[in-house]
């Protein structure tokens, strides 16, 4: 099994849910995705695995959200995944996609992973 977790190791929810994927005897690809922050598209597919709006990826609590100016409407997709790539501090975390399956969990809580690891 193939997963990619776009993880942010200062995050207790992120290390918890790589620590129960390390524990399942898997080694996903690690994207700490605010050095290597994921593109429009790639914010945009996110979403569509999770089977959710763009605007469900946003963590409004984080100061950057709360003080920015410039968000562009909740309902639209593109503009705002292009907000998030330039903002990736909002991004919602840790999401863990498995590819060959199409799909894709936040890890809050943690737990959530088992689904993705048939538990």
């Given at each position: 099994m193939a997963l990619t977790i776009y993880?942010?190791?200062?995050?207790s929810?992120?290390?918890k849910t790589l620590e129960?994927?390390?524990n399942a005897g898997i080694e996903p690809l690690i994207v700490h995705y605010l050095d290597n922050t994921p593109d429009a598209a790639t914010i945009q597919s996110l979403a569509g695995m999770l089977g959710i709006a763009v605007a469900d990826l946003l963590r409004k609590g984080e100061s950057e959200f709360?003080?920015?100016?410039?968000?562009p409407d909740l309902d639209d997709d593109a503009a705002l995944a292009m907000?998030?790539?330039a903002h990736p501090i909002v991004l919602e975390r840790p999401i863990v996609v498995?590819?060959?399956?199409?799909?894709?969990?936040?890890?809050r809580p943690p737990?959530?992973?088992e689904e993705l690891l048939g538990r």
């Open positions: 993880h942010n190791p200062r995050c929810k992120s290390r129960i994927i390390n709360k003080v920015a100016s410039d968000i907000w998030i790539e498995d590819a060959e399956a199409g799909k894709a969990i936040v890890g737990e959530n992973v």
